[in-house]
């Protein structure tokens, strides 16, 4: 009886509506996480999905619809809100919730721009001695092509905005290059990000994902993870969004840790810093550890996807203390904890992704998958009726396996893997197998 009235009391004092802001794996990750706290009362997720629905009521408001986040947020008495998306963040959703009184987890539009421009970033590092690939900015076709004749190849045209993470074109000749600069800057295939364009020399080495919880002063570094973009095994096919994820990396060691630190992490928050812009929120690093060391191929202003799906389920630490102490710039006060555990995710996406798929297939096999309790579903582009899962976007699910090391964490996502169907189904077999990608 003594623990219920305590319990009870904690929770008087303490707990607190959280609405989270997204619809896809990664938000799944965080309300899963949310979740466990003892601080979360009532959870919300607007749009959300099929699985996050399980664990939270969703609103049906679109991620990027400020005005109406901000009124749910008063509606349903919100506490503090997530936003995990780069639109919303791109667009100045935190800043709106701010005005508006709302407590808000993220960075300001203004800090949010080191992903939203590329140009913005490259400028930024360059001005600011931050190692990263060799860069020229365009924002007229004609000249960025005539650039292109003078070059060594392979290199990288990049869309300058948000472009859901295809907006980087690796060209193997200048034809290619031609056709990506044509296509974005021409054919306007990206739309508002292609106004400009970043071409940029091709850096050849191991690409590895690092978050960083920030206050703008003091950067706590999340366990290191690695990506496979490319939608077939062996890093064939097209760019997408993220197959599939590991962590720990088997290739970022604690002194390559040291030297990024030295180099790059502290280094970019104090650029941050003497720009005028107090970063509060997840700092991304995508980095490429090349023989001339580690540089910087991009900065995210949010949580990645999928990697947050393998860095979440190691997390110790109470993620909503973590929130609120970067919110209130106290995050040299928390110790953020995390377990030794290896993680895989494998993405289950729908046949034809990146380009043409269909939506409205079944889902079976969740439940059956979850029984292990070393797995985790976490659900990217599904919605649920009638107590059914279905797909509804070109990644679907995000099978993450706990292991006490990459090779059984990978081992036992396959077998879950193989418990799920639905029409069409497409997963890369590789991943968590190279020790680089």
């Known amino acids: ?36 706290s003892m601080k979360a009362n009532k959870i919300y997720c607007a749009p959300g999905n099929g699985g996050i629905a399980d664990i939270a009521e969703c609103l049906p408001i679109n991620a990027t619809d400020i005005e109406g986040v901000v009124q749910a947020a008063k509606d349903y008495k919100i506490d503090l809100v997530v936003v995990a998306p780069d639109d919303p963040l791109a667009k100045g959703m935190v800043d709106a919730m701010t005005k508006a009184g709302i407590r808000a987890f993220g960075p300001t539009a203004e800090a949010a721009r080191i992903e ?14 931050i190692p990263t690939a060799n860069y020229a900015l365009f924002s007229e076709s004609d000249e960025a092509l005539e650039y292109l ?94 197959m599939g994820t590991f962590s720990p990396s088997r290739v970022y060691t604690p002194e390559l840790a040291q030297i990024c630190m030295e180099n790059i992490y502290l280094p970019t928050i104090n650029a941050l810093n003497r720009e005028g812009i107090t970063f509060k929120g997840i700092l991304y690093f995508g980095l490429i550890l090349t023989d001339e ?88 582009g599904t919605k649920k009726e009638n107590g059914k899962y279905y797909t509804n976007g070109g990644r679907v699910l995000g099978v993450t396996a706990i292991g006490k090391d990459l090779k059984h964490a990978r081992e036992r996502a396959y077998k879950a893997v193989e418990k799920i169907q639905f029409q069409d189904a497409h997963y890369r077999k590789d991943i968590g197998v190279k020790s680089y990608i």
């Open 1 to 36: 009886m003594l623990n219920a009235v305590k319990f009870y009391f904690v929770n008087w004092r303490s707990t607190m509506n959280i609405l989270v802001v997204g619809s896809g794996g990664r938000e799944h990750a965080i309300v899963w996480t949310i979740a466990q």
């Open 116 to 129: 939203a421009s590329k140009a913005f970033s490259k400028e930024f590092m360059e001005k600011y001695g």
């Open 149 to 242: 004749k003078k070059q060594k190849y392979p290199l990288v045209v990049k869309a300058d905005g948000l472009a859901l993470g295809k907006g980087v074109i690796i060209c193997k000749n200048q034809k290619e290059a031609e056709d990506a600069v044509n296509s974005i800057m021409i054919e306007n295939n990206f739309g508002e990000a292609g106004k400009q364009v970043v071409i940029e020399e091709f850096l050849t080495g191991t690409e590895v994902s690092i978050l960083s919880f920030t206050d703008g002063k003091t950067l706590s570094i999340m366990p290191a993870s690695q990506d496979h973009k490319r939608a077939m095994d062996d890093d064939k096919g097209l760019n997408t969004g993220g």
């Open 293 to 380: 060391g580690p540089k910087v191929l991009e900065y995210n202003a949010r949580f990645g996807d999928p990697e947050t799906q393998v860095v979440l389920p190691t997390l110790e630490t109470d993620l909503v203390d973590i929130f609120e102490a970067v919110i209130d710039g106290t995050l040299d006060k928390i110790n953020i904890e995390w377990s030794d555990a290896a993680c895989v995710c494998v993405i289950m996406a729908s046949g034809g992704y990146p380009e043409n798929y269909k939506k409205g297939y079944e889902i079976k096999g969740i439940e059956q998958a979850e029984l292990d309790s070393n797995i985790i579903v976490f659900h990217a």
